[in-house]
Structures are given as C-alpha cells and as structure tokens.
C-alpha cells in the first residue's frame, strides 16, 4: 500500500458543481496535513492546511479523518479556473521530517 | 515580499554530464527542501536542508547531493546525468523543519539528452 494515495482522475464536473476529492494515509502518526494546487507546468501552490476541526476558505473545506486515515477537500460552485491538479501531502513525522506527496488528483471543470 | 527563487529555469544537459541547480528561500526561512517531479509522476522528495546540515534524504542514489549556504539559500548537483533525471525539480523552503508549511519555487526543467 502507499503512505499516500489519491484518485488521480480526472474528474469532470460543470460549472458550478460540487466535488470532492479524498486522500488517504497509512502512518497513523502523520500530524500534518495540506492541499495544494498545481497548474500544468507549475510549482504547487499551498491552497490550505488541514486540521483536526476542518477549515473553510471561501469554496474550499477541508477535513480531517483520523480514524478512516484520509483529508478530505470538497469544492463548491466549481469556477472554470479550479480546474488544475490537487495535491495533497502528508508529513507522517517519524522523528524526521518526511514529507509524502500523493500523485494527484485532476480536475477540469466544463464550461 | 519575494517567494522562492529558482535558478535557471531551464537546463539542458547530455548523458554522463552534471547539472547543478540553484534555489534561494523565502527571506526567514531556513529549511530547503528539494524534489523531483519526473512527467505524470508525483513529488519524490530528494533532499532537507537546515540551518547548513542535511537532515533527510530519499530514496536516490548518492550521484544526487546538494548543500546549504550560510544565507540559507541551497545547490542540488547531480552527477553522471541519466536520460531518467530528466524531470522538473523543484525546491521548497519553509520556516523551521518538520511540521511546517512549505511554499515551492518555480522550478527547474532538466533536460537530459
């Protein structure tokens, strides 16, 4: 199994619709979490951090599932331009730092 | 305030050569981090720098190294160039080690022929 696994997708989702997309972890010791975006050909870019009460920016909402180990980012009103790939990352926090990149997830939102 | 800077943005290089890369962090940052991200493939974490001292590597072979300058600012080499290192590499700093957020620099694309 992968530390870190996602759907890479793509999801294909009108204008307007909701989606969501999980990612899940084996180390159950992993404390942090995070979401970022990547555009093709770009640096990802942080879109939020995960904690254990979930957070809202705007659209987006993530949350945090310990017992089923995977975080969760849903989407609403989905605009033409969150079409991209979403990454999350998990930082499992074995005594050293090891942060673990899941492929991806893609999505493209249709017009 | 700048964000992480890469340098060059692209490379082209020819199998048996080296290519050194260049990233500076956000000024306070003192953690560097590299990556590679080989076509359709996810991160594969390289190497963490803190305060000058490597803390962490992955799984590549030791023909990957780097260091990290007294301004914090880092250099990955890679040694004997294989037509596989092609790939965008990407350099991450962050405020502290371990559990902090990381913020990426734009890159460089290698390419090797």
């Known amino acids: 199994r992968k530390e870190v696994e996602q759907d890479p997708g793509p999801f294909n989702v009108p204008e307007g619709a909701t989606v969501a997309f999980n990612c899940t972890y084996s180390n159950s010791a992993s404390q942090s979490f995070f979401w970022y975006r990547q555009d093709c050909r770009k640096e990802p870019k942080l879109l939020m951090s995960v904690y254990s009460s979930g957070n809202e920016d705007g659209r987006f909402t993530a949350q945090l599932n310990r017992a089923s180990q995977y975080i969760s980012l849903l989407i609403r009103d989905s605009k033409l331009s969150d079409s991209a790939t979403y990454l999350c990352a998990v930082n499992p926090y074995s005594g050293t730092y090891k942060y673990i990149f899941g492929t991806g997830t893609r999505l493209k939102v249709l017009a | 305030e700048a964000g992480v800077t890469q340098s060059p943005t692209h490379l082209i290089k020819t199998r048996g050569q080296q290519a050194t890369l260049r990233c500076s962090p956000i000024s306070g940052h003192t953690s560097v981090y590299w990556y590679q991200q080989a076509l359709g493939l996810g991160l594969q974490f390289l190497l963490w720098y803190d305060e000058g001292e490597e803390r962490n590597r992955g799984n590549f072979p030791p023909r990957f190294s780097g260091r990290q300058f007294p301004n914090y600012s880092s250099e990955l080499n890679v040694n004997a160039l294989e037509l596989e290192d092609s790939a965008l590499y990407l350099c991450?700093?962050?405020?502290?080690?371990?559990?902090?957020?990381?913020?990426f620099g734009p890159g460089t694309r290698l390419l090797v022929l």
């Open positions: 991450a700093s962050s405020l502290v080690g371990g559990k902090e957020t990381q913020y």
